[in-house]
């Protein structure tokens, strides 16, 4: 279907209007100037498809557009309000700008590159705005294209690397428990060492599970307590949620290490362990975040423990603090008839 083409004055027309005419009725691109009133005055025959496609109206023609605004051809949405809102901003301050739109509907979408001039009078007066568009859509989608296969190359380096990481750190672990099988006299310290390697391998066996940026907590804390030993049995009271908040890659690694101590000091303080009283592993959810409870007893807080002040701790528990990621974790204890509670909150804004 030809465009049809507005009518023209008659008389003699200069060279430059009939050359103007010529580069505007066969430009690609679309071009278009609007008043103060954001109505059309004039478009090219390359707008005039566009607007045909996009709106829905095969038969419009250029005459029947002139005088109306985006809103009489493509509806109140939010793509013809943030158009206008750009027009209206050349107009009253009379910068240009150069700003990415998509135009078009849902079966045909367009990422058009639109370019906005303030139109002046002879007295230098904002009249009105010119427009030129140049339709990018299939630039943007090979630019896209192209991302998703660096990010699809990256995540699947990252996974390589997160799997041989972890690999290496079971082999660690294999050896150490070699040397307390050969020196039952240092089982304790390298037990310990042990447990930390552990919760180090199981955050990059679930890195590589999840993803680089989706490390689950529940699923975290789950893996920790079915990793973790002592005098008595370690619970996780999985309550049911609809949210699981997700650890950001460098938080991961301390939060993980931070809980799995947390753990082994319950066990380990035990006043005498009670195979019917388990310590317990829980999570609940907050407004901005989420709180790890870690109890268990019988158990006493020792005379004038102070955790924030750095008073009566472990060797244990001055790793936690080292650890703690300060501006997004709080930890406090507290003593509760005759077992103590670990609270560990964690502020997260990425949640799921």
């Known amino acids: 279907m030809g465009i049809d083409k507005p009518k023209r004055t008659t008389g003699h027309s200069s060279t430059q209007e009939i050359l103007l005419r010529t580069i505007t009725d066969n430009i690609p691109d679309n071009i278009f100037m609007l008043d103060r009133g954001h109505r059309l005055c004039f478009c090219n025959p ?3 498809e566009v607007v045909r496609l996009a ?25 013809t309000r943030l158009m206008m809102a750009a027009d209206e901003r ?16 849902p079966s045909s979408p367009s990422v058009r590159l639109t370019t906005r001039t303030p139109y002046r009078s002879s007295s230098g007066e904002v009249i009105g705005v010119v427009g030129i568009s140049r339709d990018i859509t299939e630039r943007k989608l090979a630019e896209e294209r192209r991302v998703a296969a660096l990010e699809r190359q990256r995540d699947t380096l990252v996974r390589e690397v997160q799997h041989r990481i972890k690999n290496h750190l079971q082999g660690v ?8 099988a050969d020196a039952p006299e240092i089982s304790g310290p390298l037990a310990t060492a042990i447990d930390r390697i552990r919760a180090i391998a199981v955050v990059y066996g679930m890195s590589r599970r999840f993803g680089e940026e989706q490390v689950p907590l529940r699923e975290l804390l789950q893996m920790l307590v079915e990793g973790a030993a002592g005098p008595v049995a370690v619970r996780y009271d999985a309550a049911p949620s609809a949210l699981n908040p997700l650890l950001a890659p460098e938080d991961a690694v301390p939060v993980a290490l931070v809980a799995n101590e947390l753990i082994a000091n319950a066990l380990k303080h035990l006043e005498k362990p009670d ?6 592993v829980s999570i609940v959810d907050v407004a901005d975040g989420a709180c790890i409870e870690i109890s268990g007893g019988p158990a006493r ?10 008073h009566g701790l472990g060797a244990g528990l001055e790793l936690v603090g080292t650890l703690l990621p ?14 103590v509670i670990a609270n560990l909150c964690l502020f997260l804004p990425s949640r799921h």
Do not use: W, Y
């Open 46 to 48: 390359s707008a005039v």
């Open 55 to 79: 709106s829905g109206h095969p038969g419009l023609t250029m005459e029947e557009m002139i005088g109306k605004t985006a809103i009489e051809f493509f509806g109140d949405c939010e793509q």
């Open 90 to 105: 050349v107009m009253a301050t009379g910068t240009p700008e150069l700003r990415e739109e998509r135009i078009g509907t």
């Open 173 to 180: 672990i294999g050896l150490l428990r070699n040397a307390v």
């Open 275 to 280: 195979p019917t009283r388990p310590v317990r």
């Open 301 to 310: 807080l020792p005379p004038g423990f102070d955790f924030a002040g750095g």
């Open 326 to 339: 300060r501006k997004k974790a709080k930890l406090t204890f507290r003593q509760q008839d005759d077992q």
